[in-house]
């Protein structure tokens, strides 16, 4: 009997294996499926933009030319193949209305999906040996990725070593930044000095949009370490104060900041402040604290945050006078966001730009020990930065943003002169 449930669990497992594959399958010939087709709109849409372009005889000078031979890409569900489009347009070259075809969507020499350089970026953060990555990989996304062996990841992050060099010292695309956001991380790692960490700036320009400004090393996090960050971005061209600056507690950034953009308002991060002001209380307490913190920073108008935070002061004062001590501190750095434009409220009261980006490989316990590099370590978390970036949205009402830069003023986040007519 024993011999016959062994035989039963083994047939169910090899049911559970074929699901699976069968799964997977489904989801790679999806992908192909959806990804073929948007290479064959993109180009549709090519073909009929310039359907008008005529050559000499007359005939339409832009047109399909068959189809590149097959490539595969890496992605998320596994190798997927497909065949990009070609087009064939010589014959409308030298025109001023017409641009050559370029995929958007498929990249010339595309080869993997950026959410698998991310991946890799990922593993190797985590302490991920070079030489386990195929077999980490290979379980990911199944036995297609075994093209990516050992030296083939060595060199990608050569490579990346070498983009993150020359993106760190790239003038900026902007000499102007509405608003900017710091923050310093710890990751478990690769960096040789027992209390050193990375420093983050993150910048939204007055079109709305977020860019990632820098990523360096520093002592802890120390004025002088923000200071060279900060020189260093206006030495790049940021060499107009920005309106404001979200940043948690750390005294570093805040001593360096007024040196280096001295207009430039500070704003505390609410996130943060929570996690301080909590963590000096009893957890049997923490569920109604943190209501009544909310109640601060989501008021409607800063007369009733004020309000909020003296009740708040008065309920616990007695009992965990060191929380309200560290709500207290920096009083006038909470409420800065109030003289901004309401619709950035939500972007402009912590961190969380940069906080969601290293939610998994912040360091929690203690610091792992590894072989790789300074540099290495700083590439790979430059990778995770240009990965989230992808999906940074725009700004709310990002044509406020001119109102502020011409020094129109807000309160309670409305422009006046709106409210007084």
Not at 227 to 252: F, T, Y
Request: hydrophobic share 40%.
């Amino acid at each position: 009997m024993p011999e016959k449930k062994s035989t039963t669990n083994e047939a169910l497992d090899a049911t559970v294996v074929d699901v699976h594959g069968v799964i997977e399958q489904i989801a790679r010939e999806g992908a192909q499926r959806v990804l073929q087709a948007a290479l064959e709109a993109e180009v549709e849409e090519h073909l009929s933009r310039y359907r008008n372009i005529q050559d000499n005889s007359g005939r339409q000078a832009v047109v399909r030319n068959g189809h590149a031979p097959q490539r595969t890409i890496l992605t998320g569900v596994g190798p997927v193949t497909v065949a990009r489009p070609r087009v064939d347009e010589r014959k409308a070259k030298g025109q001023e209305e017409h641009e050559v075809f370029s995929s958007a969507i498929l990249p010339r020499f595309l080869r993997r999906t950026p959410t698998l350089e991310g991946a890799l970026a990922t593993l190797y953060l985590k302490g991920i040996s070079t030489n386990d990555f195929p077999t980490a990989l290979a379980a990911i996304l199944g036995q297609g990725a075994s093209g990516l062996s050992a030296a083939t990841i060595t060199r990608l992050k050569r490579v990346w070593e070498q983009e993150y060099e020359s993106w760190r010292k790239r003038p900026l695309d902007s000499a102007e930044y509405a608003y900017i956001w710091a923050d310093g991380i710890y990751v478990n790692v690769r960096l040789e000095e027992e209390r050193t960490c990375i420093l983050v700036v993150v910048g939204a320009n007055y079109e709305g949009h977020k860019e990632l400004l820098a990523i360096r090393d520093g002592y802890r996090e120390s004025a002088q370490s923000w200071k060279e960050l900060l020189l260093e971005l206006q030495g790049r061209g940021l060499v107009i104060d920005p309106k404001l600056a979200i940043a948690d507690g750390a005294l570093g950034f805040w001593k360096a900041l007024p040196q280096v953009y001295p207009s430039t308002r500070a704003q505390r991060c609410w996130v943060h402040k929570t996690a301080n002001v909590l963590d000096k209380m009893p957890k049997g307490v923490q569920g109604r604290a943190k209501s009544m913190i909310h109640d601060i920073y989501q008021a409607e108008d800063k007369t009733s945050a004020l309000k909020a935070y003296r009740l708040f002061q008065d309920s616990f004062q007695y009992k965990y006078p060191q929380a309200v001590a560290c709500l207290a501190d920096q009083e006038e750095a909470l409420f800065a966001f109030y003289d901004m434009p309401a619709a950035h409220w939500l972007h402009i009261r912590s961190t969380n730009v940069i906080e969601s980006v290293f939610a998994t490989v912040r360091l929690r316990t203690y610091k792992t020990k590894g072989s790789g590099t300074r540099v290495a370590t700083l590439s790979m978390v430059f990778k995770l930065m240009q990965e989230a970036q992808r999906t940074w949205r725009r700004l709310d009402a990002w044509q406020k943003l001119k109102l502020l830069h011409d020094g129109r003023r807000f309160v309670d986040g409305i422009l006046q002169e709106e409210e007084a007519a």
